[in-house]
């Protein structure tokens, strides 16, 4: 099982534990990633918003790079993942507005965009292609006790009429995951709604209202912890909590947790290997009786 490996911009940078858990998980399951190390970022939904049409062409690009390759693409970021799919997916439906997209990315680089690649997020990749099952077998360090609240992040689910989840109202990815590494998924209202990164910059403290929403909501369910398969929705989480408790005036103390360092923990990674130590709420209480 090989893909072309679209890490997001955020994998390489504030993020990087979310690369190395990435790369033990991935190794350990017998998938070899071949890292696009010449695509472009995605826009982060940025871009769009000021233009559409560069943004579609950027991503077209990226999209002709992994097909040169005879790969479909694995995501490993939710944002990147909602943000180039709906690229893809405006192009595949309008015939003429990828003709359109194709002939200007011809002229500045040479390239062409022929619709016949996939684009998974690491997700749906263990869940469709390789397997619960596959999974469950592999796993030498059974999460067993650790309660696990599942936090999606918008971009994977909305637009609804452009997210490839197959019941975005009802997303069960994170939760059959949880269970097939021995965790037990923990259900709370929030884990649908926005962390508040698309409004940091111009609205911090609704912003960091609304991720301390969340974790007040996994929380009150009882989680040891949060899992989310977007990064930008992990900053939010995790870096800004210490503000995010000023403004609740509360302590809130709950581990934010990459996708795939869930993952690889359960693959036999220790805290170190999947940098742990990297995160502003470290998690080593939670899971100290899981990794010993």
Sequence with gaps: MRYALFTGCVAKGAGR???????????????????????????????DDDNHFLADTLNARTFSLAEEQGLDIMTICGTCQGVMRTAQMKMDRDPKYKAKVNEQLKKDTGRVYTGKLKIKH??????????????????????TGLKVAPFYGCYVLR??????TKIP???????????????????????QKCCGFPILMPNKTNSLQLSGNAILGA???????????????????????????VILEKKLNL???????????????????????????RPNKALHDTTD
């Design 159 to 164: 637009p609804h009429e452009f997210s490839d």
């Design 17 to 47: 534990e979310l690369m190395a858990a990435t790369t033990y998980a991935a190794e350990r399951l017998g998938i070899q990633l071949n890292e696009m190390k010449d695509a472009s970022c995605c826009g982060a939904g940025v871009l």
């Design 255 to 281: 581990p934010i947790l990459h996708y795939p360092q869930l993952l690889a923990l359960a693959l036999g990674a220790t805290l170190d290997e999947v940098k742990a130590n990297t995160h502003i709420v």
């Design 219 to 245: 929380i009150k369910a009882g989680a040891d912890c949060i899992v989310t398969p977007c990064p930008l929705c992990h900053l939010n989480m995790d870096s800004y909590q210490p503000e995010i408790e």
């Design 122 to 143: 690491f997700y749906q990749v263990i869940h469709e292609n390789y397997g619960l099952d596959s999974l469950a077998a592999r796993v030498t360090n059974k999460l």
């Design 169 to 191: 109202d009802k997303p069960d990815y994170l939760e059959k995951m949880i269970t097939a590494v021995g965790g037990t998924p923990v259900d709370y209202p929030e884990k």
